[in-house]
Each structure stands twice: as C-alpha cells, then as structure tokens.
C-alpha cells in the first residue's frame, strides 16, 4: 500500500515550457486535491476533485489545468510556465464520506523550479 | 470564501514547556477543524481534529480546542519533546454539504522549535 505517490520529484523548467505533474493513489479515494506551498502562505489549494469525474477550482487556480483521469490518478499541468509559478506542490486524496473520513492524505511532494 | 489567520509564525519553547497555537477563521458554517504536522522536507500529516459538536478533543500530550462563537480554534502541546520541533497547520472545513464540502483552507503556519 504505497498511499498517494508523486511524480517526479523535482523540475526545472524555463518560462513557457509546459509540464505535468502525476499523482495516483491506492486508497480508493473518492476525493483528490493539488495544493501549492510557499514560504509564509500555507497550503493553497489549486483545484481538486470531489469524485471522479468531477473537478472544481480552488484558491490559486489561474495558470493550471487539471485531469482526474480516473478514480486513482489526479494530474496538474501547467501549459506555459511562469517563476511565479515556483514552488512545492502536494498533491493529496481523502475518503471525504459524510460524517466521516475527512484525513486528507498527502504525497510527497514535487519541488518545481522555473528560471 | 474561508479564511484561517494562524498565529504565531514562529515559536521557541524549552523542552518540557507547552505551546499553544491559535487559529481563527471567518466562515461560520466551517465545521470540521483538522491539525496537521509537517516536517523539514516531509509531507503534512494529520495529527487531530476537532467538530463543531465538540469543544475539546485530547490525544496524549496534544488537544484540540474550539470556541464557536469566537470562531476560533486553538492546538496545545504539552510537554514538548524536540521531535515535536516541525511546521504546524491549522484548516478549516465544511464535513457536511454548502460549497466549501471536503474543501480544506489551511492557516498560514507555524514553526516550532522545542530546544532540548
């Protein structure tokens, strides 16, 4: 049971290169989330997936794509990359049944650099 | 939309003090209230939460507490041990429908750092 696996690990990119960021998880998870961490602002939220074949923007959402390509897979694609778009980027899935299950899991984490 | 103000930034302790951390936050219709630990170059982990049914919620040496009307929410530590040394979040959620459902909005963070 690995949980909620990321890849890759790291990245450079150069401004307007594009790029995808995979995540899947062996939970049978119901939701996913893509959040982006920066220093002194927390975890923000960039889009997220009640359930397969849902997706709903969230906080942070301008610059990014996403694909729940099915119940255990969640990508983020950036199609034209901007530094400002630097970052560490989680992504994480929860059970989220009503009244119950609401730990959201984390991965690993990709650290994205764009020079 | 939610928003979590976290308090302190950053906090020293000396082993065996406690720490407390405090969390406010706007959405009255927030009622699930997680705490998450991460540390140096590690994923977040949950470590406790707390419903908008419950006032205080206690595991081992970490408890969880909640004041509605104020809407705020604070973490303690007692005892603390330099392992407990990490990055700590506060989020707020909504568990049962609205439009915030299984949506997270996490505080800014804080470090603490437990001197041996």
């Known amino acids: 049971n690995a949980g909620v696996t990321q890849t890759p690990k790291f990245q450079v990119l150069k401004t307007g290169q594009s790029m995808t960021l995979q995540c899947a998880q062996d939970m049978n998870h119901n939701s996913m989330y893509w959040y982006r961490q920066d220093p002194g602002m927390g975890l923000r939220l960039i889009y997220y997936?009640?359930?397969?074949?849902?997706?709903d923007k969230g906080e942070v959402p301008n610059g990014y794509n996403v694909s729940r390509l099915n119940k255990r897979e969640f990508s983020l694609r950036l199609e034209s990359a901007a530094p400002s778009q630097t970052s560490v980027y989680f992504c994480?899935?929860?059970?989220?049944?009503?009244?119950?299950?609401?730990?959201?899991?984390f991965g690993p984490g990709t650290r994205l650099t764009v020079t | 939309g939610e928003n979590v103000e976290q308090h302190p930034s950053t906090l020293s302790v000396q082993e065996g003090d406690s720490a407390v951390i405090k969390c406010t936050y706007s959405d009255s219709a927030s009622n699930y209230f997680p705490w998450y630990k991460q540390e140096l170059g590690k994923r977040p982990q949950l470590i406790i939460d707390i419903r908008s049914n419950v006032g205080e919620k206690k595991d081992q040496r970490i408890a969880v507490t909640l004041n509605k009307t104020a809407k705020h929410f604070s973490l303690h530590i007692t005892e603390t041990q330099p392992e407990d040394s990490a990055v700590y979040f506060c989020?707020?959620?909504?568990?049962?429908?609205?439009?915030?459902?299984?949506?997270?909005?996490f505080g800014q963070g804080t470090i603490l750092t437990v001197h041996p």
């Open positions: 997936s009640a359930s397969e074949g849902t997706t």
């Open positions: 989020a707020a959620s909504t568990y049962a429908g609205g439009t915030s459902y299984g949506k997270l909005t």
């Open positions: 994480a899935s929860s059970a989220w049944r009503e009244f119950s299950d609401y730990e959201q899991y």
